[in-house]
């Protein structure tokens, strides 16, 4: 029986709760044992606000031990996997300690705050020989799931374009401090991104256009064209100033040489060139606990992960790094792997 300790509940923390407690109920090898949260006396009476539903609104913690510090949590239960769900300038410090620790650890997107600091996250990784994983989920979301097998098997032949959008209203507390958030274009924008890297590796270039709204926050608004040598058309967009009803959207079209993928409201529709067009047929299940039941599954059986290595999570990153440089050049054409100061400019 795997035991966990979750670290950090707030709208993420309590998503992956959700999932460890149906997880459980489904007979999986899993106790989630503790939770800690600096605020854990306060957050455990109140609500948290995210971009989608949690399970319940005000959860019923009374069946965990709780903590209001990691340290203590540690020395007090045997755990073996941690969960780790807290503001992204925090996460490498705390995956290595408990990587040393002797535990595996699931942390969220992105995987930290800068790429050399990831880079010492993936190297203690393969030091302990612990299992980290990095939660890019929608690697796990069944939408998406099925468009990688798409291109791989070139089902409808290659990839000619592709457009990749999420948006939604301005999040809260720490997210608006573009200093510890990165903004959108870093914890939003890096899905999106995070996909086109997982589909077609890293391209050779990006160009990036970006605003900044809301004063401190970092880039609100993105879009970015990514250039591969195929000379594929692709651009990801992402906003988290749309107010008023608009919710959250998550959506991508990508038009193949013999048909196209569209998803949007929740639905995929398959229009091949020279067939009638349908809906795909997708597993009910969110990404997240994909996600998980993957990363515990992997665990138990001693298996390393290879749908989310951190390698390639870094890879993400370093990807919207170049993209804040194009940004802060407006627009122009970075190679991957550049540094500032050595610029490619074109047009």
Known sequence: MLK????????????????????????????????????????????????????QEVY???PYRLYDDIAKMVEQEELDIIDITLPTPLHAELTCAMLEKGMHVLCEK?????????????HV?????????????????????????VVEEERYGAVKAGYFFRGSGLPQEWFLDGSKSGGCILDMHIHDTDIIHWLFGK????????RNVIAGSGYD???????YPDGKVLNAQADWTLEGDFGFSMTFRVNFEKGNLVFENGELKVNPNDAPGFVADLSPDSGYYQQIRYFIRSVAAGKPVTVCTPESAIGSLEIIEAEIRSADERGAFITIGEK?????AEG
Not at 5 to 24: I, K, P, S, T, W
Not at 203 to 210: F, G, H, K, L, R
Not at 221 to 227: A, F, I, P, R
Not at 340 to 344: I, V
């Open 4 to 55: 966990v300790g979750l670290v950090g509940f707030g709208f993420m923390g309590r998503m992956h709760f959700d999932n460890y407690v149906r997880l459980a109920s489904e007979g999986e090898s899993i106790e989630l044992v503790a939770i800690c949260d600096l605020k854990i006396n306060e957050l455990k009476h109140g609500k948290a606000s995210g971009n989608m539903a949690t399970e």
């Open 60 to 62: 019923d913690l009374t």
């Open 110 to 122: 992105p995987v930290a705050r800068h790429s050399s600091d990831a880079w010492e996250m993936a």
């Open 125 to 149: 990784a393969k030091q302990t020989g612990k299992t980290l994983m990095i939660g890019q989920c929608l690697r796990f979301w069944p939408a998406y799931e099925y468009l990688k097998s």
């Open 203 to 210: 391209p050779d270039q990006v160009s990036t256009i970006a």
């Open 221 to 227: 608004t993105v879009s970015t064209h990514y250039l």
């Open 340 to 344: 500032a100061g050595s610029l490619t």
